[in-house]
């Protein structure tokens, strides 16, 4: 039609397009997107060229491009009127061209683009609450995968003693269980590729899904020669039932260790999303921990000290002018509280004094009783 109206070289003010397809006419009407793929392309070329308000609807049997579709010969053309000069209406007026009729735009879903939604909603197995032990937890999912194991596989029945196989196929069961819940959205883009949402809580922590489909923490210890599971540890959802128990149980395993001490443990496998609140909430609910260390009690009250331990002596004086040196042996130092009397003040006559197998002077129990045995021995 461009090309056409450069060539005639006239002053065009409207532009008629007609096709006896209603499906055509329903599909200019929407936007191209709507439609599958070939057709959208096509729609989408046309809506860019023409004015969409200008397709109208022809009857076929004022279509002179239909002739051709439907077979004819040279002789009928010759002189067939539709085909050299269009319908006759089509010199007349534009009130008398045909009508389109209004249900021609209603919608087709023929060619239309189907967009399904998959939604997909796991719920949460009411029967984690029940446990108030990880290993008991663990356990009970181990026999219950076996079940299903034994059930699926008739011939490679497993029995006997829970094997540390089916104890950490266990731990992996459940982990992905609570992730699943907890994180939705976020191991549905990973599993697509996609970008995490700007408003996911574990964006900072850059995850990803292992083989296993477990998420974990990225990081940037690729290269670092530690474990796997200290490189990348699970993610667990903060506040969730089994992050508490697996605090609990990291916490008994340590002999009741102190919030750091967990925390530090737990990361060795595990990464709570707020770690430090969920460990404080846990150790606060221990009752072990709080029967060993209560809190709110009064403390006994102390008895008086004895006088000797609170006389003043002056000690000090009294052996510098004999020009000699006390040595007292103080408790944690020596396992002896006594005192010693050294010749001189140079560090040889002190090392002498130390060195002798029996003390001089004996064992007293205070400094007023060195200095009694010192006045005693010096008189
Ligand atoms: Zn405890």
Redesign the pocket.
Known sequence: MKKTSKILNLPITHQYYWTDSTIVLSWLSEISGNWKTFVSNRISEIQSLTDVNYWRHVPTKYNPADLISRGTTTSDLINNKLWWNGPVWLKSDTTNWPITPPNIYQKTDVERKRVVFLIITVQELHVFGKFSNYLKLQRVIAYSLRFINNIKNKTNKLYGNISTNELERASLTIIKHIQAITFPSEISNLQSNKPLDRKSKLLPLAPFLDNNGLLRVGGRLKHAELDFSIKHPAILPSNHHVTKLLVQYE??KLL?GGQQLTLASLRQQYWPINGRSIVRQV?HK????FRTNPKGTVPPTMGNLPVKRLQTAPALNKILTQNRVLLLWIPGFSDITGNELANDLTNAGAQQQLTRPEPAVGICNSLNGALQDWETHHR
């Not at 221990?286 to 921990?289: A, S, T």
């Open positions: 916490h008994e009741h150790l221990c009752l072990r921990c």
